[in-house]
Structure formats: C-alpha cells, structure tokens
C-alpha cells in the first residue's frame, strides 16, 4: 500500500496563494491516480481536484476552478495544489488521497470513496 503526507498549510490572507504538498511512499505513486478533498468544521469532505496517473488530466470542483491547479511530479512521489485567490471559504483540513482503480471521469474522481489510501491531512486558513 502507499502512504501518503501531507506538508505546506498554513496561515494566509485573504487573497493570497499558498502550495500544499502530497509525499508518496511505499508503492509506485505513479500507478495511482490522485485526489484532494477538503473537510471544514461541521461540514462534509468535499472534493477539490483529481489528477490521472500520467498527470495528463485533470478535474476540479467547481468552487476552485480557475483558482486552483493540481500537479504531479511521479519521479519526486510528490502531488501537490497550488491555491491561488484564496478566500476564507477555503479554509479546511485538505486531504490527499490516492487510488488504483481508474477513475475515469469527473464524477468517478470526486467521489471519496473511491479512493483507497488517505493522508492526515493539512490545516489551510485564509483569514479575512
């Protein structure tokens, strides 16, 4: 199985950009196709956006297209999300997670639990 780490939240403006990181160990990351959900206090965990195994397609919710982009380095086991613009509505505990099954459609890719492998999570905070 893989497992999964996640690095880089934090404290930022309203506005402001920060990168959140996903580090892969123990299997090839490349034969995972991978997601990152989000979970605010009182609320459910909400997809933000997937990416193939190839990193050659992408999907996001539609509250952070435009704003935000998911990449994947699968020589470095890295994911990661860069947030741009982001608004106080984006603050959450943001979760990688990852999957072996194909998940071949917008749909298939933001649906949590589809995905087999889950990190701990990371604090994001946009203060107003």
């Known amino acids: 199985q893989v497992q999964l780490v996640e690095t880089g939240g934090g404290l930022v403006q309203d506005g402001g950009s920060l990168r959140v990181s996903c580090a892969a160990s123990?299997?090839?990351?490349?034969?995972?196709?991978m997601g990152w959900f989000r979970q605010a206090p009182g609320k459910e965990r909400d997809f933000v956006a997937a990416?193939?195994?190839?990193?050659?397609?992408?999907s996001y919710a539609d509250s952070v297209k435009g704003r935000f982009t998911i990449s994947r380095d699968n020589a470095k086991n890295t994911g990661y999300l860069q947030m741009s613009s982001l608004k106080p509505e984006d603050t959450a505990l943001y979760y990688c997670?990852?999957?072996?099954?194909?998940?071949?459609?917008?749909?298939?890719?933001?649906?949590?639990?589809?995905?087999?492998?889950w990190g701990q999570g990371t604090q994001v905070t946009v203060s107003s």
């Open positions: 990416i193939t195994r190839s990193g050659t397609r992408t």
């Open positions: 997670a990852a999957t072996t099954t194909a998940l071949v459609d917008k749909y298939s890719s933001s649906v949590a639990d589809n995905y087999n492998y």
């Open positions: 123990g299997r090839t990351f490349s034969n995972y196709h």
